[in-house]
């Protein structure tokens, strides 16, 4: 958990840091500026469509009794898409565009269930539902 942390927080900056630079280098420092604010501005536009069509899914089941569990994995993607998206840097926003395009999306999915699957059959997290209403 440490070493996640320790990537997260210092390697994947410094990493993003090196990348602009490389980048400025290039082609030149206000493209690269320009790239940084145009995937922002797009990232969030693209945010708000796939939250809202994640939230009108959520609704939909809900509506028809049915658990979202499926739905409530791409809200959680979508979150993290777009908490990467603002955060500036290439790395962090191809990452953040791979799980805000619905194809990408599908593909993470598939690995999240699986890790969270086999965390479940050993033991390694617990979830616990509660069923029914209780009278205050």
């Known amino acids: 958990m440490f070493l996640t942390l320790l990537?997260?927080?210092?390697?994947v900056p410094f990493?993003?840091?090196y990348i602009l630079i490389e980048l400025g280098k290039s082609i030149g420092a206000l493209p690269t500026l320009g790239i940084v604010v145009i995937t922002g501005i797009a990232g969030a536009a693209l945010a708000?469509?796939?939250?809202?069509?994640v939230w009108q899914r959520i609704r939909t089941e809900l509506s028809y009794g049915h658990m979202p569990g499926d739905?409530?994995?791409d809200g959680m993607l979508v979150l993290?898409?777009?908490v990467l998206l603002l955060t500036p840097g290439i790395l962090t926003d191809i990452t953040g565009f791979i799980l805000l395009i619905p194809p990408g999306r599908f593909i993470v999915k598939k690995y999240v269930k699986a890790w969270v699957d086999k965390k479940l059959q050993s033991g390694q997290m617990t979830y616990y539902t509660h069923t029914g209403f209780d009278e205050y």
């Open 7 to 11: 990537a997260l927080f210092v390697i």
């Open 15 to 17: 990493v993003e840091l």
């Open 48 to 53: 708000k469509q796939q939250g809202l069509g």
């Open 71 to 73: 739905v409530l994995f």
């Open 80 to 82: 993290i898409g777009s």
